[in-house]
């Protein structure tokens, strides 16, 4: 009995730390957006600005250097003028795809029951 509760306790505890690793990555109120709205494709700065409601330039460069950092988007210079900087997922942040849909189907259950619930009062 003690062995299994040693062996829960360490699965949590690896659990635990896989979903702190991920929540440090996906941190802030904007990462996960930039990442739901390049899953649909590539975007220029401009762009993903628009498709982002409320998010400033400043907060979307830095944001969007993390995201590069870890290995999550790709930043292309385009030989344009004047110069277009477009973006999008790397392999590897499409792997957050499947992560970003739950979280789209869940937010779309929940509002839908929120919005229920306020029709009733």
Same mark, same amino acid.
């Given at each position: *009995?003690? +062995?299994k509760e040693n062996l829960d306790k360490a699965v949590c505890s690896? =659990? =635990?730390m896989a979903v702190r690793d991920t929540m440090d990555i996906l941190n802030g109120k904007w990462k996960i957006r930039i990442i739901a709205s390049l899953s649909f494709h590539k975007k220029r700065f *401009? +762009?993903?600005i628009a498709d982002i409601d409320g998010i400033a330039a400043k907060m979307l460069s830095k +944001?969007?250097?993390e995201l590069e950092m870890n290995g999550l988007v790709t930043r292309s210079v385009l030989n344009?003028?004047?110069i277009t900087v477009e973006y999008e997922l790397t392999p590897y942040g499409h792997t957050l795809k499947p992560v970003i849909n739950e979280m789209a189907a869940w937010g779309m259950k =929940?509002?839908?029951k929120v919005m229920k619930g306020s029709a009733l009062k």
């Open positions: *009995m003690a +062995e690896v =659990h =635990h *401009m +762009e993903l +944001e969007l250097q344009t003028k004047p =929940h509002r839908k």
